[in-house]
């Protein structure tokens, strides 16, 4: 089953790129330095940032639902970020040298199937779980520690 997995825009996070840090205390955000690779994954690139480049940690509501399943979570962005387009039928390496939680949404906002992969089998998880009618799209989450990752859909 064909699928695209997209990243964030970086239009939702532009204000805070080059902030001050009283504006992005403000926003309950920080600036930190990366000191490892893999280990600081940019949502609007989706790509990990390089050692010595500028990240914003911020909170960011990802599941924006009239549920139980309502969810925000700490996330990181690269001050240098270019957005990204959707990957079609393949995952970013990003994703793949990690292990990820999946979990499946109806239109309503309901999980409707959960699943903990190593991104190295997330392409034959995602097919799985869009075999489900029910499964309107898909959310990956980083499972150590469980930042959200991105969003799937059905192409």
């Given at each position: ?13 532009q ?41 914003i ?33 393949e ?11 999946l ?53």
């Amino acid at each position: 089953m064909a699928f695209r997995i997209s990243p964030l825009p970086i239009s939702r996070f532009q204000h805070l790129l080059g902030a001050s840090a009283e504006t992005l205390s403000s926003y309950g955000a920080v600036r930190m330095r990366v000191d490892v690779k893999p280990g600081f994954p940019c949502r609007v690139s989706l790509e990990d940032a390089e050692i010595g480049e500028s990240v914003i940690l911020v909170n960011y509501e990802h599941l924006s639902v009239a549920t139980p399943y309502r969810s925000a979570h700490a996330l990181f962005v690269r001050e240098t970020a270019a957005q990204a387009e959707p990957w079609i039928d393949e995952v970013p390496e990003s994703l793949r040298v990690r292990l990820l939680s999946l979990r499946a949404f109806d239109d309503d906002g309901m999980m409707v199937d959960a699943d903990v992969v190593h991104g190295r089998e997330l392409e034959s998880a995602i097919e799985r779980m869009l075999e489900n009618s029910s499964a309107a799209y898909l959310h990956v989450h980083n499972a150590k520690p469980g930042c959200y990752a991105a969003r799937v859909d059905r192409t």
